[in-house]
C-alpha cells in the first residue's frame, strides 16, 4: 500500500489569533471575531467591520457561483456579497439549530428548534430567500421491504457477522442492544442537529438528538424521510459524506472508546473501526476524491490539536499523517484541489493560515543479495515491512513506535531505515531489525522557537523534504535545508547538531499553475534525464512533454513503467533516449485493472506488484522484461534458460526465432539440444508473434517470409545427418508442419520412413523407430491421407505397413496391392494414380505404356477426363494420335470462345479448314486472309470469305476494317463508303470516295447520309433542351417549396436539436424519410435466422429506395433525386455530341454546306453553353466557412446530413437541400459533369 508524503507546506500571515472563523476568498479575508464581521484586504493591510453578529450557528460558507460568502445565528441568515461586501440578512422566528447547503449551492438546509427542515432557494441579485420544501425531524420512515438478494438473510448486515439457523447476526461494538448500557451524553454535544449532503444532490442526511440519544435520518431531495437508524451507542454530532461510492462517517464514543462508523445510504451500519486514541474527535472531513479521512483531534490536556489523515483498504483503517499544533483552537481546516495521487489540505490556526500539500507514494527497499524488495506500510504507531519475492508475497516484520509515524525513508546502500515521527526522528539498521527491534538512536524534532519547519535535508546518499512539527509565533521561515549525517544520532535534540546548515530553498516551476509532484533521475547509457510527474498528471523529460494521464510510475530494473487509468506502459531505459528524440513511439502496453497503480517491482523477477482501488494486490508477469530476458539467454547462446523460460511462462516458444531469424538458424543445433522439438514444431506458425500475438511487447521486426519452411527445412537437414534413426519422429513431424509450403508434407515426410524402411527393417532398433514415426504420423494426419500417400511413392511394402498400423481392414487394400504386384511398372503406377485420382500423372503413364499400341484407350481417357492440355502439352508431333489430341484440344478451346487460340494449334497440325474457320469466329480477318493465300483457294472462294468476314466485323462494329477489306480485297468502294457513312465516318468516305477519283460516291452515297445524320442531330439537341429545361424549372421549385416549409417549421418550432444526432421526424416527414433504407431488429437476437431474414429484409428495402429514386413522376418521394440524376444524364450526353459534331461540321463545311454545318455546330454549343451557366445552381458551391454558420436550427440538419452522408462540410440555411438529395444519390451523381468546348469550330461560332 501507498503512504502519504507532505511535501510542501505554504504559510500566510493573516493576523487574527482568536478567531471564531475565518475564510480566505482571493485578496480578502473575512473574518468572525468578538461578535463582529470583519473583512481584511490583503493588498491594503487594512481591516473593514463589516457588521455585529451574536449566537453563531454556522461558520463561513464560500457561494462560489453567487459570489457571496454565507454564515447563519439563531435567528438570521447572513448573506455578504464579495464584490462588495454588501451583507444581506433574512430572519426567522423559529430558532435555526444547524444549516447546510447542497453541493451545487443553490438549496440551502435549515433544521429549526421545533425540529422543521427547510430547503430554501436564494437569490443575491434580488434579494430573494424563498422555501421549496419542508419536512420535520419527526416524521416517521416507510417501511423498507427487501426480497431477493436484498432479503434479509441476505442483505448487507455490517463486516463483523456470525451465523445461527441461517441468520446472520451482527457483532458490534457501537450497536446498542440490551447487553449493554446507553452511553450518557457527551460534555462537548450541544445537542444541535449536523447535516450533511451526498455529492449528486440526491439526498442530504441530519444527525440530531432525540431523547436520550442521537439519530441519523436519511431525506430525498424533496425533503420526504427514507431511512434512519437510532440504535448507534454514544454517537456524536459529526456527519461526513464521502464524496464518491458508499459511507457517511461519523464518530461513536463509549466508555472513552472512539470508534469511526460508516453508515451505508440506508442508514445501516457499513464499518465500525475503533481508533488508537481517546482523544475528543472534533470534525471529520472527506477529501474531494474520497480516499482520505481527516479528524480534527482536540487535546485541551497538553494545549495542543491534531489533525489526523486515515485511509480505508480492504476493510482496515489506517493512520496515515498526523499533523500536531501547538495550540487547541483550530480554526477550520478543508481539503481542496484533490486528485487520484495529490490531496492539498489548508488549515487555519490563529494568526496563520496554512496549505499543505500530500502526495501517494511507495517506501521500498531491493534488498539484492537477498534478492528481493521490502516496502513499508505506514500505520500509526505501526510499521508493516512487506517482503516481496519471486515465490513470497506476505507481511514480513512490524515496528511499533510509541508516537504515530508520518515517514519513513530506506537507504538501499547502507541499509539504513529513518522513521519519522511527530517528534522524533528513529534510525535503524536493516540487518538488526528483530521482533523487539533496538534503535541505533533517535533525534528529537522539536525546536524550541518553530512554528513549522519544512526541511529539505540531505544524507550521504539522497536528498528528501519531510515536515516536522512545533508550533510557536515567532519564526518566518518556511523551508529549511539541513545536513543529517548517521553519526549525530548521537545527540538527543536535532539543535543540539553542530554542523546544522539551514537556507531557503524554491519550488521548481513546470508551467503555469504546475507544480513538481514527483521527480526521479533516470541515468542511461547516453545521457541522464530528470523525469518529473506534475499535479496534472504529465510526465516531463528534462522538461519536455512526454505522456498524460498518468496515474503512477515505478523504475524496476532497467525499465521505465507507467500506468494510465486502465493501461500499463513500459519502456526500456535504454530507449529512452530515442523517445525522448520521437525516433521510438511505440512503447509496451498491457491492460490493468481499472484504477490500479504501481507499488514495486518484485525483487530481480519479471513480476510488478499493483494495487486495486479497493486496496487489494496483485502481481502481474511483465512480458516486455520476459522477452528482453529471453532475448539476452539468446545473446549469451543459453538456450537451455531460453527454452525452460518459455515453458515455465507459458510463452509461444516462436519468440526463439521471431526475435532474431538469423541467430536461430546460425545456433540450429545448440536450440534442438535444448528444446523439446515436437512441443516447439506444435506451436509453429507462419506469423511473427512479436506483431501477431505480443502486439503491445513494443518490438517492431518485420515478416519473414516462408518461416515455417525455413524452419523446418534447417531441422530436417540438421537431424537427417545427426542421428537420424532416434529423431525420425521428429522428422517426420517437421514434414508435417509445412502444410502450406510447396512441399506435399505427407510425401515428403514418408519418403524420410521409407529410406530406413529400405535400409534394414530387421534392426531393432530401426523397427522401432519406424513405428513409432508411423504412429505420430496417423495421430496428425487422416488414415487415407497417409495411405495414399505411401501409394503414391510406389512403394507396396511400405503401403502394406501404413495399412496395418491404421487398422484398415485388410479387405480394403490387400486385393488391390496384390493386383498391383502382377502389372507392370508403368500401368502400376498408371493404375496408382488413376485410383487416387491424380490423373494428369495416370495419363502420362498411360501414354508411355501404350505408345505404340493401344492409343485409341489413351485418347478415350483423355477426353473422360478433359486432360487435352496435359497430353498435348507432352506429346510428340509425330506421336499417332497428334492429330486427335489437337482436334480435341482444339474443340475444349472453342468451347471455351478461345477461337485464336484454337487457330494457332489448328494452324500448326496444318488443319487449314478448320483453323480457318477459328479465326472468322475470333474476327481475326489478317490471319484469315493469310491462311487463304498460303492455302491458293481460288477466287470465288476467297471473295465469298472475304464478304463473310466483312458482315461478322460490322456487327461488332469493326467498320473501318470491315471497308478496309471491301476497299482492298474486293474493290467495291461504293459499299465500303456506305458503310463508313453509315457509322458516322464521313471524313474517311470522302477521302476514300477521292482516292479512287469516285466523285459521285460522294454525291450519291454520302451526302444524303450526311443530310440525314444533320437533321436527326438537329432534332435531338432540340428535344434534349426542351427536356433539360423542364426537369432544371422543376428542381428549383422543388428545393424552393422545402426551403419555405423548412423555415415555417422553424419558426414554430417544430423540431429541437439532439444532443445524439439522432434523426428528427419533423424534418423526415417533410424532407424524407431519411431511415426508410434502414431496417432494425430486436435487442438481443443473435440467431441465424433472424440475420437472414433481417439482411434479406435490408436488400429488399434498399431495392425499393432506389426505385424511388428513379422515379420522375411529379410529387414522389424522391423526385429531386430523380430529375438530379436526369439532369446529370443528359448534360453528359451532350457532353459526348462534341467530337462527332466537330467531325459532321467539318465535311459539311468542307462540301459547302455552310449553312447546315453553322446551324448544327452553334445548336450544340449553346446548349452546352446554357447547362454550364446552370450548373452553379444544380450543383452549387456548399463549400463555406464554418464562421458562416449561426443558424441553431441548421446545426441540427447538418449532423442528419453528416450521418447520411458523411459529409464534412458547414451549409447556409438555403443551401442545406439543394445538397440534401446528393446523399441519396450514387456517388457519380454528387458531381455535376466536366463541359469540355476542344471541339469548337471558332470559323462557324456565330459572331
Request: charge should be negative; aromatic fraction near 12%; glycine fraction near 2%.
Amino acid at each position: 500500500m501507498k503512504n502519504i508524503s507532505l511535501y510542501k507546506v505554504n504559510k500566510e500571515y493573516i493576523g487574527f489569533d482568536n478567531a471564531l472563523d475565518v475564510i480566505n476568498i482571493a485578496d480578502k479575508l473575512y473574518v468572525l471575531k468578538d461578535e463582529q464581521v470583519w473583512c481584511y484586504m490583503k493588498l491594503e493591510k487594512t481591516n473593514i467591520k463589516l457588521g455585529k453578529c451574536t449566537n453563531i450557528v454556522t461558520s463561513f460558507h464560500h457561494l462560489t457561483i453567487d459570489e457571496a460568502v454565507y454564515f447563519s445565528t439563531s435567528q438570521s441568515v447572513v448573506f455578504i456579497n464579495t464584490n462588495n461586501d454588501e451583507i444581506s440578512m433574512f430572519d426567522f422566528e423559529t430558532v435555526i439549530t444547524s444549516t447546510a447547503w447542497n453541493p451545487s449551492q443553490d438549496i440551502l438546509t435549515i433544521v429549526f428548534e421545533d425540529g422543521n427542515i427547510g430547503l430554501f432557494t436564494f437569490n443575491l441579485k434580488e434579494k430573494t430567500f424563498d422555501i421549496k420544501e419542508s419536512s420535520n425531524l419527526s416524521f416517521v420512515c416507510p417501511e423498507t421491504i427487501t426480497i431477493g438478494w436484498g432479503s434479509t438473510k441476505t442483505q448487507f448486515r455490517g463486516p463483523l457477522k456470525k451465523r445461527t439457523d441461517d441468520v446472520l447476526t451482527l457483532i458490534s461494538n457501537v450497536l446498542i442492544n440490551d447487553e449493554k448500557e446507553i452511553e450518557p451524553v457527551s460534555k462537548h454535544d450541544n445537542k444541535r442537529p449536523v447535516i450533511t449532503w451526498r455529492s449528486d444532490g440526491e439526498m442530504f442526511c441530519v444527525n440530531f438528538w432525540n431523547n436520550d440519544r442521537r439519530i441519523i435520518k436519511f431525506f430525498n431531495s424533496e425533503c420526504q424521510p427514507m431511512f434512519e437508524n437510532s440504535g448507534v451507542n454514544g454517537l456524536q454530532p459529526i456527519l461526513a459524506w464521502r464524496p464518491f461510492g458508499a459511507g457517511i462517517a461519523s464518530i461513536s464514543v463509549i466508555k472513552n472508546n472512539s470508534f469511526l462508523v460508516l453508515f451505508e445510504k440506508n442508514a445501516t451500519v457499513r464499518h465500525e473501526f475503533q481508533l488508537e486514541h481517546s482523544f475528543y474527535v472534533k470534525d471529520l472531513k472527506w477529501d474531494q476524491t474520497g480516499n482520505l479521512l481527516s479528524a480534527y483531534l482536540d487535546i485541551p490536556e497538553e494545549n495542543s490539536s491534531q489533525i489526523r489523515i486515515y485511509m480505508i483498504k480492504n476493510n482496515h483503517l489506517y493512520l496515515k499523517q498526523t499533523l500536531a499544533f501547538n495550540t487547541s483552537n483550530i480554526i477550520n481546516f478543508q481539503w481542496y484541489e484533490g486528485t487520484s495521487f495529490k490531496y492539498a489540505l489548508s488549515v487555519t490556526v490563529p494568526n496563520y493560515y496554512l496549505k499543505y500539500q500530500f502526495k501517494l507514494i511507495v517506501n521500498k527497499m531491493y534488498v539484492n543479495d537477498s534478492n528481493c524488495t521490502i516496502t513499508g506500510v505506514v500505520d500509526g504507531h505501526i510499521l508493516h515491512l512487506c517482503r516481496y519475492t519471486q515465490s513470497d508475497c506476505s507481511s514480513y516484520k512490524d515496528i511499533n513506535s510509541q508516537e504515530p509515524i508520518n515517514c519513513i525513508i530506506f537507504y538501499e546502500s547502507s541499509r539504513y531505515l529513518l522513521i519519522f515521527g511527530i517528534h522524533n526522528l528513529y534510525l535503524y539498521k536493516y540487518e538488526d531489525i528483530q521482533e523487539n527491534s533496538n534503535l541505533i538512536g533517535k533525534i528529537s524534532l522539536i525546536s524550541d522557537k518553530s512554528f513549522l519547519n519544512f526541511f529539505n535535508f540531505t544524507t550521504p546518499y539522497n536528498t528528501y523534504k519531510c515536515i516536522f512539527n512545533g508550533i510557536t509565533t515567532d519564526t518566518t521561515d518556511d523551508v529549511k535545508k539541513f545536513e543529517i549525517n548517521f553519526l549525530n544520532f548521537n545527540t538527543k535534540k536535532l539543535s543540539e547538531i553542530a554542523d546544522l546548515q539551514t537556507e531557503i530553498t524554491d519550488d521548481i516551476e513546470l508551467q503555469e499553475n504546475a507544480k513538481e509532484v514527483y521527480s526521479e533521475l533516470i541515468k542511461t547509457d547516453k545521457s541522464t534525464f530528470k523525469l518529473i510527474m506534475d499535479e496534472y498528471r504529465s510526465v516531463y523529460l528534462n522538461s519536455k512533454l512526454m505522456w498524460n494521464n498518468i496515474t503512477s510510475y515505478t523504475i524496476h530494473q532497467n525499465y521505465l513503467f507507467l500506468t494510465t487509468k486502465d493501461t500499463l506502459i513500459g519502456i526500456r531505459l535504454n530507449t529512452l533516449d530515442d523517445f525522448y528524440l520521437e525516433k521510438v513511439t511505440i512503447p509496451y502496453t498491457r491492460t490493468i485493472e481499472m484504477g490500479s497503480s504501481l507499488i514495486c517491482g518484485m525483487g530481480s523477477t519479471s513480476n510488478l506488484i499493483l494495487q486495486a482501488p479497493r486496496g487489494n494486490i496483485e502481481i502481474i508477469s511483465c512480458l516486455l522484461i520476459n522477452i528482453d530476458n529471453i532475448d539476452n539467454f539468446l545473446r549469451n547462446n543459453n538456450w537451455q534458460e531460453a527454452w525452460d523460460t518459455v515453458r515455465l511462462l507459458k510463452l509461444n516458444s516462436n519468440l526463439l526465432f521471431d526475435l532474431n531469424p538469423e541467430r536461430f538458424l546460425k545456433n540450429i543445433q545448440s536450440f534442438i539440444e535444448a528444446c523439446v522439438l515436437n512441443v516447439f514444431l506444435s506451436e509453429l506458425e507462419e506469423d511473427n508473434v512479436l506483431t501477431k500475438v505480443y502486439t503491445t511487447s513494443g518490438f517492431k521486426l518485420e515478416k519473414f517470409s516462408k518461416k515455417v519452411e525455413t524452419v523446418c527445412s534447417a531441422i530436417i537437414d540438421f537431424l537427417v545427418t545427426n542421428n537420424y534413426v532416434e529423431s525420425l519422429t521428429s522428422i517426420v513431424h517437421a514434414c508435417l508442419v509445412m502444410r502450406n509450403s510447396s512441399v506435399a508434407p505427407i510425401k515428403e515426410a514418408l519418403k524420410h520412413v521409407q529410406i530406413l524402411f529400405r535400409y534394414n527393417t530387421q534392426n531393432e532398433t530401426f523397427k522401432k523407430s519406424i513405428e513409432d514415426a508411423i504412429k505420430f504420423m496417423l495421430k496428425y494426419v487422416h488414415i487415407n491421407d497417409a495411405y495414399h500417400a505411401a501409394l503414391s511413392l510406389y512403394d507396396l511394402e511400405l503401403a502394406i505397413l501404413i495399412a496395418r498400423h491404421s487398422e484398415m481392414d485388410p479387405k480394403e487394400y490387400i486385393y488391390f496391392i496384390t493386383k498391383l504386384k502382377g502389372m507392370s511398372e508403368m500401368e502400376r503406377k498408371f493404375t496408382i494414380n488413376d485410383h487416387l485420382g491424380n490423373y494428369r500423372m495416370a495419363i502420362l503413364y498411360l501414354y508411355e505404356e501404350f505408345v505404340n499400341n493401344g492409343c485409341k484407350r489413351v485418347v478415350e481417357y483423355m477426353n473422360k477426363h478433359n486432360l487435352q492440355k496435359t497430353l498435348y502439352d507432352n506429346i510428340s508431333e509425330k506421336s499417332s494420335i497428334y492429330v486427335d489430341v489437337v482436334e480435341s484440344y482444339a474443340d475444349k478451346l472453342i468451347s471455351q470462345k478461345l477461337y485464336d487460340e484454337a487457330g494457332l494449334i489448328l494452324e500448326k497440325a496444318n488443319l487449314y479448314d478448320r483453323a480457318l474457320q477459328s479465326y472468322k469466329e475470333a474476327k481475326n480477318w489478317k490471319k484469315s486472309v493469310e491462311i487463304m493465300k498460303n492455302c491458293n483457294i481460288d477466287e470465288i472462294s476467297f471473295k465469298r470469305n472475304i464478304r463473310e468476314i466483312a458482315e461478322n466485323l460490322i456487327s461488332v462494329n469493326q467498320t473501318i476494317d470491315a471497308s478496309y477489306l471491301y476497299e482492298t480485297y474486293l474493290r467495291n468502294y461504293e459499299t465500303a463508303t456506305k458503310f463508313l457513312s453509315e457509322k458516322h465516318h464521313f471524313s474517311l468516305a470522302c477521302e476514300m470516295a477521292r482516292k479512287y477519283s469516285r466523285l459521285d460516291i460522294i454525291e450519291t452515297t454520302i451526302v444524303p447520309l450526311l443530310k440525314e445524320f444533320t437533321s436527326n442531330m438537329n432534332t435531338e439537341l432540340e428535344k434534349l433542351e426542351v427536356d433539360y429545361t423542364k426537369y432544371k424549372e422543376r428542381l428549383f421549385k422543388i428545393r424552393k417549396e422545402k426551403i419555405e416549409r423548412l423555415k415555417h417549421d422553424h419558426e414554430n418550432k417544430d423540431f429541437e436539436y439532439q444532443e445524439n444526432y439522432q434523426t428528427n421526424r419533423g424534418i423526415e416527414d417533410d424532407l424524407y424519410s431519411l431511415a426508410g433504407s434502414t431496417t432494425s431488429t430486436k435487442h438481443g437476437s443473435s440467431t441465424a435466422s433472424n440475420l437472414s431474414r433481417s439482411s434479406a429484409s435490408s436488400s429488399r428495402s434498399k431495392r425499393k429506395e432506389q426505385r424511388k429514386k428513379e422515379d420522375l413522376r411529379e410529387g414522389g418521394q424522391y423526385e429531386d433525386i430523380a430529375i438530379m440524376k436526369t439532369l446529370h444524364d443528359k448534360i453528359s450526353a451532350v457532353c459526348n455530341y462534341g467530337s462527332t459534331v466537330r467531325e459532321v461540321c467539318m465535311v459539311l463545311f468542307e462540301l459547302n454546306f455552310e449553312s447546315d454545318a453553322r446551324k448544327l455546330h452553334n445548336s450544340l454549343f449553346d446548349l452546352q453553353n446554357k447547362m454550364k451557366n446552370d450548373i452553379k445552381e444544380i450543383w452549387p458551391d456548399i463549400l463555406l466557412k464554418q464562421d458562416d454558420l449561426n443558424s441553431y436550427d441548421v446545426k441540427v440538419l447538418q449532423q442528419n446530413l453528416f450521418s447520411l452522408g458523411n459529409y464534412n462540410y458547414y451549409f447556409t440555411f438555403d443551401e442545406l437541400f439543394i445538397c440534401i438529395p446528393l446523399c441519396f444519390a450514387d456517388v457519380m451523381y454528387w458531381k455535376p459533369p466536366v463541359i469540355k468546348t476542344d471541339w469548337v469550330i471558332h470559323i462557324l461560332q456565330n459572331c
